[in-house]
């Protein structure tokens, strides 16, 4: 659902662009996720017979104030030619409503509505099968609360990501004097990512004589349901001509197979904006 690449503004422009109802969106809430500072989706509901598919999606938006948001996108096939429409709502209510909607009274895919015409607890369920006994009610409120537990734990990660304590170069290091050009080198080296440090760094970092690495961050968390372990060094260098620089390498498992991925950037902030895109949902 996710692709870990994409901007939470473009994800939010893709939305917006395709909804045939975006217009309905109060524009207060428009402009909040406008700053949005990252995303994640996930899949709520699905319903697939011979006469309709549906499907229900959760996007939450964390905003720069810590707060996080929804949006609730039904994607259906009821237009005239059977393809994909799309329709975003501000709360879940109103897309359950609008998927009950979706099909003629009593048909077999018809989500039952409560008495006053919003729709009850089947309506995001398996609409055409028989009433759930208790152990089936019990597994999909576990499987409910997982899927809500994980985004809740992805912004959470986010959050912490964001609020990281700034750590500015300090006055007094100790410097290690250990063939340091040799270790800039292989920081390098070993960066995977593409807008890594280039051969200006490179050429500096020849006159080092001394270097420190200072951990700044380490967690681990549930990145797509798996465990996966993020972490951020400093690799601070004294130059021969007294000034200092530094590397910034983030180490993580957010992988699709979960190895061990190196990146490397110039500054601190590029670095962080790094983590929070990979710890993103895919």
């Known amino acids: 659902m996710n692709d870990p690449y994409e901007t939470t503004e473009t994800h939010l422009e893709r939305l917006l662009g ?13 402009e909040q996720l406008s700053h949005a500072l990252a995303h994640a989706s996930s899949l709520c509901s699905a319903h697939h017979s ?5 499907e229900t999606y959760r996007h939450t ?14 994607v259906h096939n009821t237009s005239r030619d059977e393809a994909r429409s799309h329709e975003l709502y501000a709360e879940e209510s109103e897309a359950q409503l609008a ?9 077999p895919e018809a ?28 597994l999909l409120a576990e499987l409910e609360s997982e899927r809500t537990a994980e985004i809740d734990a992805h ?13 500015p170069l300090p006055r007094h290091r100790t410097y290690s004097p250990d063939n340091s050009p040799d270790h800039a080198r292989r920081v390098l080296r070993r960066a995977e990512n593409a807008d890594r ?4 760094t490179a050429r500096l970092l020849r006159t080092a004589f001394a270097h420190h690495i200072t951990q700044v961050f380490g967690r681990q968390c549930q990145v797509e349901g798996k465990d996966a372990g993020f972490m951020l060094y400093e690799h601070a260098f004294l130059l021969i001509d007294g000034n200092e620089t530094s590397l ?7 992988t699709p197979d979960g190895r061990h991925m190196c990146e490397v950037y110039e500054t601190e902030d590029l670095a962080r904006e790094a983590m929070e895109l990979r710890a993103q949902v895919r």
């Open 99 to 107: 998927a009950a909607r979706l099909c003629r009274p009593g048909s």
């Open 50 to 54: 011979a006469g309709l598919h549906r």
């Open 111 to 138: 989500p039952r509505l409560s008495d006053d015409g919003s729709a009850g607890p089947e309506a995001v369920r398996d609409p055409d099968g028989p009433p759930m006994d208790d152990a089936a009610a019990g």
């Open 61 to 74: 938006y964390l905003l720069m104030n810590g707060s996080a948001l929804s949006l609730w996108e039904l």
């Open 248 to 254: 910034w390498e983030v180490e993580h498992t957010a």
């Open 155 to 167: 912004l959470a990660l986010l959050r912490g990501l964001r609020a990281m304590p700034s750590t």
């Open 18 to 30: 395709r909804a045939l109802n975006s217009f309905d969106l109060p524009d207060a809430l428009v």
């Open 197 to 200: 440090p280039g051969e200006e």
